[in-house]
Nanobody, 117 residues
Framework: QVQLAESGGGLVQAGGSLRLSCAASGRTFDMYSMAWFRQAPGKEREFVARLWWSNDDTNYADFVKGRFTISKDTAKRTMYLQMNNLEPEDTAVYYC??????????WGQGTQVTVSS
């Protein structure tokens, strides 16, 4: 099993920045990828960014537009999402996602990000 603990959410004004963290614990020796998703009120959960653990390849949703950067600290088994130039439309609960080899998938509890105009 894998446990995911997100942190770093909060309230920020438009144009501001936040850095989200997701720490993985438990069975983490066969991690395949980690990702961020988000869900705004009344909307479906949507993909934000993904990082492949073995080679650091990344993939971003189009709406990121170069504002967000996903990264990791391998030794700490922690993934980050640096979010700059935040917009009110970025307001959502942000969820950490992890895939292990063998298609095992895990989700964190989510962290709230609120961007005021």
């Amino acid at each position: 099993q894998v446990q995911l603990a997100e942190s770093g959410g909060g309230l920020v004004q438009a144009g501001g920045s936040l850095r989200l963290s997701c720490a993985a614990s438990g069975r983490t020796f066969d991690m395949y990828s980690m990702a961020w998703f988000r869900q705004a009120p009344g909307k479906e959960r949507e993909f934000v960014a993904r990082l492949w653990w073995s080679n650091d390849d990344t993939n971003y949703a189009d709406f990121v537009k170069g504002r967000f950067t996903i990264s990791k600290d391998t030794a700490k088994r922690t993934m980050y999402l640096q979010m700059n130039n935040l917009e009110p439309e970025d307001t959502a609960v942000y969820y950490c996602n992890l895939f292990r080899y063998g298609a095992y998938e895990y989700w964190g509890q989510g962290t709230q990000v609120t961007v005021s105009s």
